[in-house]
């Protein structure tokens, strides 16, 4: 289906929790955020009926998120019942990998594809710092489990923050000259406890400048996936390296998902205040033509691009969202 700017909506991002066990400095305060109750969080076979009514306007990837999608009990489940629906063409996760080591096999048993791992540093104690409470050791643990089951392209995500890791630029290129990963070099975003972090803010021209101190770049055509990253081969190596600019080189043009959020709203921007109640009519006993209708109604509304740089503060941390 298309939006009313043309851009074919083809992707989803799925919360299912807003539960996460790490307490990332710029995401969210050491105590965490309000957490909604059980009864507010989507059942998983509401999500299922959700993603039905999804495919049949045109969505044909699902990418799971939270919170830290891993906590939600029965996930192995979910994504099996989710990869099982005719129309669908892939399930995908993103994870901070601390539970992904003991699962990534069963995930990749039930038809999950691949996975994206959010890693901010490569060193230890700064790791645990950023974090609060993580193990990186625990991280490293579930990428090379990634890996050997097969849930490739294997993207790590690092959110660039000036003052904490911008000294590791270099350090996570390295990794893509070693290593069959994939790195992703993003801009932090105004969005929770990083909303009044501006001085933390490193443009990708300046994370790209850095990079190529030491490496060239090759323009790579989009790996697997729908993500926005403007992706680079690495000379020699078998890794790549991408830069996703959502401030200084925004992607909306190209924009094609949709976001469900774990308390069952739907969002047609991740940067607008707009959202659709798709759990209030589901409970209601809402006929999948009335989902299929709100679905419709989201792609419709999505709007042309956001306005991050007139200062709009997103409420919801980006746990609360899906990322």
Known sequence: MEDRFGRRINYMRVSITDRCNLRCRYCMPAAGVPLKSHDDILRLEEIV??????????????????????????????????????????????????????????????????????????????????????NLETVWRGIRAALTVGLTPVKLNVVVVRGFNDDEILDFARLARREPLHIRFIELMPIGTAAAGEAAYVPVAEIKRKVEEEFTLEPLEALRGCGPARSFRVEGGPGSIGFIGALSEHFCHRCNRLRLTADGKLRPCLYWEGEIDVKTPLRNGASQDELVELFRRAVALKPRQHHLEEGWEQPRVMSQLGG
């Open 49 to 134: 009926t959700l993603v039905e009514a999804a495919v049949q306007v045109g969505i044909r990837q699902v990418r799971l998120t939270g919170g830290e999608p891993l906590v939600r009990k029965n996930v192995v489940g979910l994504v099996g019942r989710l990869a099982a629906l005719p129309g669908l063409e892939e399930v995908s996760l993103t994870t901070n990998g601390i539970l992904l080591g003991p699962l990534a096999r069963p995930l990749k048993e039930a038809g999950l594809g691949r996975v994206n791992i959010s890693l901010d540093s490569l060193r230890p104690e700064r790791y645990r710092y950023i974090t609060r409470v993580g």
